[in-house]
């Protein structure tokens, strides 16, 4: 793609970067077959190359975000499968945040739009906030449809003249259900109450018991082989902090130490998608420094069990490579950062200790295949423990999740939800496994949704998780827990 970037602009280092992003895009096409909100709405400007040149125009012309181009950018998920599919490399990933920090600075958001964003970057990110938000979110849970439904009218596209072969019209004869079979559809509104709606939604019943642990804390293994720090998160431990106890179960068992640093806090991926760079920022400088003091202790891994962290803690050499103070060290953070699974795959778990005629749906989180490239280890770790697992059809496109998505856009993360499930109805399976909280959160309802590592946990000698100790009983109506 040709660029005209001035020289002066040029002397700005995340133009140089969005330009040279730019110019390794050829306008092939591929990405678009893989956007889910392309898939479901046939906008060219809902797709990564339809966003890519607003933000060639927003950017070479320095102009403020006007109110089409927060449209369109919003409703990018940030899935990145575009990334995945691309054959040139376009690293649409730095592109589109970088866009996302221009549209908050120079785009003035209605005021009510303003006060929800303002509300979930105070609130998201930290759990004794979060916590008491979901407490009273309780209360208000019944009006969720109600509100929600105002969010879900959408009408048949009619089919573009200039397309060839209706191609906005469903296909005749396949046999695919018809969620995922469906005539693309203008975008769902998007409007205050739908989003309140879609956040009462979302909020559970109920909490799980979280315990308060101190920090430092260090979960020695009987056999000490490694030391990891391990990310408490801040979602997370709030909805389910069973995953990270999962977690300290099953590398204790393998002989690694697991370490909570003091200091540690949210990881700044919520900030950093809504273009808040200075939040996201001095969110990531509070973990480096955490994180490296532990290191100065010996540390072999940062552990990250929630995926949308892990994407986001990989990149913290990239976000603040200009920093002088703060680049080597966020560079040594995101070489250290490991998803669970990574680190996992590298030790000796032993045999299972129990099996199980359970069929898993492995759904993988984009930021797991398309963010952070792991698509191997979860499968290979689940298979080797004894679960048949089985491959999502349409796996790479989006749940709907993506932070917050499922609220800032309610109407297309519920038809991808549905699309989603419908793709894992097809499987079969008895129980469905994921890597990250948002998944875990967008898809639960209709069948249980459990993180890998849960199962892991489980199936060399943990507790059952919550909720499917049903669907893991034996042939014979029980575990089978093996002999030593």
Same mark, same amino acid.
């Given at each position: ?218 979960? &020695?293994?009987?056999? #000490?082989?490694? =030391? @990891?720090?391990? !990310? ?5 431990? +709030? $909805? /389910? ?83 002088? &103070?703060?680049?080597? #060290?966020?560079? =040594? @953070?995101?070489? !250290? ?5 990574? +680190? $996992? /795959? ?139």
């Amino acid at each position: 793609m040709q660029t005209n970037f001035t020289g002066e602009q040029l002397q700005d280092p995340a133009i140089r970067t969005a330009d040279g992003i730019l110019r390794a895009c050829v306008h092939c096409g591929f990405c678009t077959a893989t956007c889910p909100t392309f898939v479901l709405l046939g906008d060219e400007r809902d797709s990564p190359r339809g966003r890519i040149y607003l933000i060639k125009d927003m950017l070479e012309k320095d102009r403020p975000a006007t109110a089409a181009d927060a449209l369109h950018i919003d409703r990018c998920l940030s899935c990145l499968a575009c990334m995945t599919t691309c054959p040139s490399g376009v690293h649409y990933m730095h592109l589109v945040d970088h866009a996302r920090a221009h549209i908050a600075r120079t785009y003035r958001r209605p005021p009510a739009d303003r006060l929800l964003r303002t509300v979930l970057a105070k609130v998201l990110p930290y759990p004794r906030r979060f916590g008491l938000a979901l407490r009273l979110a309780r209360l208000g849970r019944p009006l969720a449809g109600v509100l929600k439904a105002r969010g879900g009218r959408v009408r048949p596209r009619l089919a573009d003249p200039n397309r060839s072969d209706n191609e906005n019209l469903p296909m005749k004869g396949v046999t695919a259900p018809s969620a995922v079979n469906e005539a693309r559809t203008t975008a769902p509104r998007a409007d205050t109450l739908a989003r309140l709606g879609a956040m009462l939604e979302l909020a559970p019943a109920r909490l799980p018991s979280r315990r308060q642990r101190p920090r430092p804390a260090t979960f &020695a293994a009987p056999q #000490r082989g490694m =030391r @990891v720090a391990l !990310l408490t998160g801040c979602a997370q431990s +709030v $909805l /389910a902090p069973s995953i990270n106890e999962a977690t300290v179960r099953l590398l204790n068992r393998a002989g690694v130490d697991v370490v909570l640093p003091r200091g540690e806090g949210c990881c700044g991926a919520l900030v950093h998608h809504m273009g808040l760079e200075a939040d996201a920022h001095a969110a990531a400088k509070a973990n480096i420094v955490a994180w490296l003091g532990e290191a100065e202790r010996g540390l072999d891994a940062i552990v990250v069990t929630a995926s949308g962290c892990g994407t986001t803690i990989k990149d913290y050499g990239f976000m603040l490579r200009e920093d002088a &103070a703060w680049a080597e #060290r966020a560079a =040594r @953070v995101s070489e !250290l950062a490991k998803d669970v699974t990574e +680190v $996992l /795959a590298g030790l000796d778990l032993g045999p299972p200790a129990r099996r199980t005629d359970a069929v898993v749906a492995y759904h993988s989180a984009c930021s797991m295949q398309h963010g952070q490239q792991i698509r191997r280890e979860p499968k290979a770790l689940l298979t080797a423990a004894g679960f048949a697992v089985k491959d999502v059809p349409e796996g790479h496109l989006c749940c709907g999740s993506a932070g917050t998505y499922n609220i800032m856009q309610p109407g297309i993360a519920a038809r991808l939800k549905t699309r989603k499930l419908a793709n894992i109805a097809l499987t079969g399976a008895d129980i469905i496994a994921t890597g990250n909280i948002g998944c875990i959160t967008q898809l639960a309802g209709e069948r249980p949704v459990v993180h890998t590592v849960e199962l892991l946990d489980w199936a060399y000698g943990g507790p059952a998780p919550a909720g499917v100790a049903d669907q893991l009983q034996g042939a014979d109506g029980l575990a089978v827990i093996k002999p030593a």
